[in-house]
């Protein structure tokens, strides 16, 4: 008590050195922090804000004392993503400032820091959230996804470059669909086969009009009567007849 009355002795005559000195042996941090912007010490001011939880009134001292993770801290207290982001923004942590974006909602900022930085997996899933599925293939070809890549172009209809992430990574099924979605047969043929889908690849020969590599997988997987009308089609009756019986 005869600490406090100190304090507040001092402070009633504008010493705010020896108020906040007081008030400090007093325990009462509040009437501490008060005083130490009065001087000015932001720095002290701002810790024992940050030790009593009053968020906001820290981070406006150590935002005006130039101390931007920790008023960056604060405003993560307060959920406050894009106050946060600007003060990591002003320290160039750019990582954090766009996760805070990202946590924010500015997923087109948050992706931009990202490709910055080079994290481009971290790039591509704020660019599939806006979305922005080329922005987001892109990203996801730099971080050598393949897979991330071709979902990306595939949602984009950029079949040819689905089809070709798709065969990067060793998806042969989805690299022939993306294939037979532009009517390229014979493309689509070679990666039903490297899959080892005989009937798909089948009838990507028959659709190319390439009827004897067509009845050759027809008769591989049994169906006897596409293999006969390939075999027909190409004038080989004699085997058309054969698997007609």
Avoid: I
């Amino acid at each position: 008590e005869e600490w406090g009355n100190a304090g507040r002795g001092y402070e009633n005559s504008a010493d705010w050195k020896n108020a906040a000195r007081f008030y400090e042996l007093a325990l009462d941090w509040r009437s501490a922090a008060r005083c130490f912007k009065q001087v000015p010490n932001l720095s002290k001011a701002a810790d024992y804000l940050y030790q009593l939880r009053d968020w906001r009134g820290a981070a406006e001292c150590y935002e005006t004392n130039g101390n931007w993770h920790k008023a960056a801290l604060c405003h993560l207290h307060l959920k406050d993503w894009v106050a946060a982001a600007v003060c990591y923004l002003s320290e160039q942590n750019l990582l954090r400032a766009a996760a805070c974006l990202g946590r924010a909602g500015d997923f087109a900022g948050a992706a931009r820091l990202f490709e910055e930085q080079k994290d481009w997996l971290a790039a591509a899933k704020c660019y599939e959230r806006l979305p922005d599925w080329p922005k987001a293939a892109h990203c996801f070809e730099m971080a050598s996804n393949w897979t991330g890549a071709a979902r990306c172009f595939e949602n984009a209809a950029a079949w040819a470059d689905a089809a070709r992430c798709y065969e990067q990574a060793g998806d042969w099924s989805n690299a022939a669909d993306c294939h037979e979605s532009m009517s390229a047969w014979l493309p689509a043929a070679a990666c039903f086969k490297r899959a080892g889908d005989w009937a798909g690849a089948a009838r990507c020969f028959e659709k190319a009009a390439d009827w004897k590599k067509a009845a050759a997988l027809y008769v591989k997987t049994a169906n006897w009567l596409k293999a006969a009308e390939c075999h027909a089609a190409c004038g080989q009756t004699s085997q058309a007849r054969q698997c007609r019986q």
